[in-house]
């Protein structure tokens, strides 16, 4: 089995690598008026697409410094002239260590302009381009040419010029009301900003995979992988009969974890599409279970009774392993897998988003790094049983760990129960609500350690231990840091983790904050701009920080060609860790928050709320063959098919036309980043 699963991520890798040798680019040719007279300048636009691990360099590079640039050269033929050089369109820059100087190019996908001016009606281009594609996971470069025919720029006569002036002057009824219904549906009008939709590189495949073993330590530390522990040693200490068996055994089971992970990862996407992890992450039944796992647990570490693993399962896993055969290592690491998925699924999730990108070889390196770090220590554990000896024997030690571990697993729990309890509105456990749970909890756990409150099995303590006064200390300091967060503070170190404010039964600032902007916008100077009375959505969502916005896409773009502002969307989720973390460490800075508040129009479309929209509002996605029938999934469909992304947060910048005005903008804690972002799309508003 052991030889079988090297051949096999042998082959996997071998497969893919080969493939990228045949050809590692394709060129497409456009223009910026397809129709023109004499005498227009128009733009000339070459796109390339990459493959996966492949980049081009830009035309911009001084030829000096090693590379080639990419260049193009064009046949006379009288029929135009060159203004200006040839433009690349946001490339990306970095330093080269071999060139010694900073290089800029493309990777996935580039765009280069070149401006001309018609001089005849013959008008026609053709030419050569010329460039350099390298990858820097294989080490090669390849020169490349490509030859070119613009001939779809058809050049008008002077009557024609005449009738399309008529035409244009007296638009059709039909035409005038199509164009100015705004549409989810509909794509950019013009193809020239497409590439601001291509999603950023996010770094070499090493710094991926480097954040996903970081992911996988993380997940060593969640509740659910706990119980495993005393069970492998106890498995391997009882399986293996001698020193060699069990380093193999040992070996066997650690890979065992990585394939699996990979394996049924990429599997698990494959067959149930790109909403599923969505949908486990904020879906109702999942998000019980998840709670009732956690509280059963705490209930068990309590000492309100025992959990064992059923007597048939260990007897079978017991002859496996006296066979001395590898399926019960095999099983041993299958049962380790789907016993931690509950608490290791979400962080898996982040990682298998990368897959729904188009790509093929960084979720296998994800999913690698992230199985790699959770396999080394139960490899250890397996190789070295001995160490648990080591430990201090059992006691009321033991006891108290299970109890403080019980405390924290009904902590964690209340968290899945809220996150459903927002994406379907249910009002159970609001953010006031939620914050007292954990005050209380922290509270309790603090008397714990003091040796105030007793469980059933406790021993006896006269005196408290010098480690359990600390995590006293530490659960009371917790204690009292929640507490202004029943009155409204914003307690932004658990931002991620907290129910939004927007939620909260009294919040005293965000009150004053929404008083405010209600008065702005009821002022004289606002009243030609008259925020609409009735705003789809605002009677179960909400915006933080006192910000007037939308929560219906095509409302918002409305109120925008309205008011003449810039959209600002905001792909968002009540599951969202991260969503939340940027409005309270980014939004509610003053600077970020006055440009959202007075140059944008701000639209928040929540890709997991559970709101049935009425039938006649359902419809099937392009994108998967599905009725969506929810707001969230209606918005997190338009996410991906308008903006090729999935992953949230995600803002993207749109103009009065819905055309991009920059490249979306996932998370990024930066508040300055935040304010470069929102300025440069402004800039570029008024520049259109």
């Known amino acids: 089995m052991f030889r079988s699963i090297v051949v096999f991520i042998s082959l996997f890798f071998?497969?893919?690598?080969?493939?990228?040798?045949?050809?590692?680019?394709?060129?497409?040719?456009?223009?910026?008026?397809k129709e023109v007279k004499v005498g227009d300048e128009i733009e000339i636009i070459f796109r390339v697409a990459l493959i996966e691990n492949?980049?081009?360099?830009?035309?911009?590079?001084?030829?000096?410094?090693?590379?080639?640039?990419?260049?193009?050269?064009?046949?006379?033929?009288?029929?135009?002239?060159?203004?200006?050089?040839?433009?690349?369109?946001?490339?990306k820059k970095k330093y080269d260590d071999i060139w010694g100087a900073d290089i800029t190019y493309f990777s996935e996908k580039g765009e280069f302009r070149q401006k001309?001016?018609?001089?005849?009606?013959?008008?026609?281009?053709?030419?050569?381009?010329?460039?350099?594609?390298?990858?820097?996971?294989?080490?090669?470069?390849?020169?490349?040419?490509?030859?070119?025919?613009?001939?779809?720029?058809t050049v008008s006569s002077a009557e024609e010029e005449v009738k399309q002036v008529e035409e244009k002057a007296v638009p059709s009824k039909v035409n005038s009301q199509i164009q100015d219904k705004p549409t989810k549906d509909k794509a950019p009008t013009d193809e020239s900003f497409d590439h601001l939709l291509v999603p950023e590189d996010d770094g070499s495949l090493w710094g991926f995979f480097i954040a996903a073993f970081l992911f996988g330590l993380a997940a060593l530390l969640t509740p659910c992988v706990f119980p495993m522990i005393p069970m492998t040693v106890a498995f391997f200490t009882n399986s293996s009969q001698s020193r060699r068996q069990a380093v193999t055994k040992a070996v066997v089971y650690g890979i065992s974890i990585i394939v699996?992970?990979?394996?049924?990862?990429?599997?698990?996407?494959?067959?149930?599409?790109?909403?599923?992890?969505?949908?486990?992450?904020?879906?109702?039944?999942?998000?019980?279970?998840?709670f009732s796992v956690f509280f059963i647990f705490a209930l068990s570490f309590f000492g309100l009774f025992e959990i064992v693993l059923p007597s048939g399962f260990v007897n079978s896993m017991d002859q496996k392993a006296n066979k001395g055969g590898f399926f019960g290592t095999f099983f041993m690491a299958f049962t380790l897998v789907l016993v931690s998925f509950s608490c290791t699924g979400p962080i898996v999730g982040t990682i298998l988003i990368e897959s729904f990108q188009g790509q093929v070889i960084k979720p296998v390196v994800g999913m690698l790094g992230f199985s790699s770090a959770f396999a080394i220590p139960f490899t250890l554990f397996a190789i070295f049983p001995g160490m648990l000896k080591e430990l201090p024997k059992s006691g009321g030690w033991l006891n108290s760990v299970k109890v403080v571990l019980g405390f924290i697993e009904l902590a964690l729990g209340f968290k899945f129960l809220s996150v459903a309890d927002q994406a379907y509105h249910w009002g159970l456990l609001d953010r006031d609500i939620y914050i007292a749970i954990w005050l209380v909890i922290a509270i309790l756990l603090g008397f714990y350690l003091l040796g105030k409150i007793r469980l059933p099995h406790d021993s006896p303590t006269e005196k408290t231990s010098v480690p359990r006064l600390i995590l006293a200390i530490?659960?009371?300091?917790?204690a009292i840091y929640l507490l202004p967060g029943l009155f409204g503070a914003p307690l932004k170190a658990l931002s991620g983790y907290l129910p939004p404010l927007s939620t909260h039964d009294f919040a005293i600032k965000a009150i004053i904050q929404e008083e405010i902007a209600k008065a702005q916008i009821s002022s004289p100077s606002a009243t030609k701009n008259q925020f609409p009375t009735k705003v789809k959505y605002d009677d179960i969502l909400h915006l933080p920080h006192g910000i007037q916005g939308f929560f219906?896409?095509?409302?918002?773009?409305?109120?925008?060609?309205?008011?003449?502002?810039?959209?600002?969307i905001d792909f968002t989720g009540h599951g969202c860790v991260n969503c939340r973390k940027m409005e309270e460490y980014v939004w509610s800075d003053p600077q970020v928050l006055k440009r959202l508040k007075e140059d944008y129009v701000v639209v928040a479309l929540y890709v997991d709320d559970k709101t049935t929209l009425p039938e006649s509002e359902w419809y099937t996605s392009e994108y998967d063959g599905k009725v969506k029938k929810t707001l969230g999934k209606q918005n997190f469909d338009f996410q991906i098919t308008r903006f090729n992304g999935n992953a949230q947060p995600y803002y993207v910048l749109l103009d009065n036309n819905e055309e991009p005005l920059l490249r979306p903008k996932s998370y990024d804690a930066e508040v300055s980043n935040f304010i470069q972002f929102l300025d440069k799309g402004l800039k570029e508003f008024a520049a259109r």
Request: aromatic fraction near 14%; charge should be negative; proline fraction near 5%.
């Open 552 to 568: 219906d896409y095509e409302q918002a773009v409305s109120y925008a060609k309205k008011v003449k502002k810039p959209l600002f």
């Open 474 to 478: 530490i659960s009371f300091v917790f």
């Open 260 to 290: 699996i992970y990979i394996l049924i990862g990429l599997l698990f996407t494959s067959l149930f599409g790109v909403g599923i992890a969505n949908e486990l992450a904020t879906g109702a039944i999942p998000n019980i279970i998840f």
């Open 54 to 91: 492949w980049y081009i360099y830009s035309s911009d590079i001084d030829p000096e410094i090693g590379p080639t640039p990419t260049t193009v050269e064009f046949e006379e033929n009288g029929s135009f002239e060159l203004i200006g050089d040839l433009i690349p369109i946001e490339p």
């Open 14 to 33: 071998s497969v893919a690598l080969l493939g990228q040798f045949r050809q590692t680019q394709t060129w497409s040719y456009d223009a910026s008026q």
């Open 116 to 153: 001309v001016k018609v001089l005849s009606k013959d008008f026609k281009l053709a030419g050569l381009l010329d460039f350099q594609t390298c990858s820097d996971v294989t080490g090669q470069c390849i020169p490349g040419e490509q030859e070119f025919v613009i001939d779809f720029v």
